[in-house]
């Protein structure tokens, strides 16, 4: 895989005209774009197509956490939207995560069209290790709960995880090479580093064994997103 194919640039824009405007400037430079909850909700699926009329393929980004029958609907309409990733909550459980892969493996063979990556999120790196036994109520250690969900996810036929960088190696040794791993978090040195707190560089994600990390401000905020983007790719290339 190319360097530029590695980086996802998360598209945190609430008009579908900046992210538009975003997709033009860097379809070339960037491996995909990631489509969150805000300008899913904002602007609707068409936003998917439109993206991908730029030439930009798209991770669609809204955790879904339902019921299997209902979680295996959401996955059967991101394969009909042709989108490159998406990714559910493995705290769904192993039922939901086999429904939402069978809908994707069903749809897709239906409409003759390549299956959506299906990604699990373990847990949130919003969430501290007190949060996850007061409020969410488990006992597990942070560690065991993150390795033991993405194990999971994997069993269940899932393609990957998105993770904080600190959790890239043990997941890799887990879940072997063929496992996909995203992970946020990126920073280049030259960057601020904005609310984000565990923060690697994109050369570190890459060591780490990331196949995918998703960029947001670095790129977004610089007064020249595409010359932001070729500096990390010339970072990494190095
Ligand atoms: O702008 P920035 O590079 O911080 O954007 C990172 C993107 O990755 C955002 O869309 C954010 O929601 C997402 N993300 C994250 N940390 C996680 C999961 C997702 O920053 N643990």
Redesign the pocket.
Known sequence: MKPKERIIL?L?VDSEARALELVEKLADSVGAF?V?MQLYNQVGPGIVRQIQDLGGRVFV?LKFHDIPNTVAGAARVMTGLNCFMFNVHSSGGRDMMTAAMKAVQEESARLGCAPPLVLAVTV???ISEQQLHDEMYISRSMEQTVMGWAQMAKECGLNGV?C?PQEIEPIRRACGSDFVIVT???RPLWSEK?D?KRITTPREALRLGADYM?????I?AAPDPREAALRIIEELEE
């Open positions: 998360a945190d990631k969150g980004d949130l790196t919003s998105v904080s946020p978090g990126i904005n984000q998703v960029i947001g401000r670095p977004t």
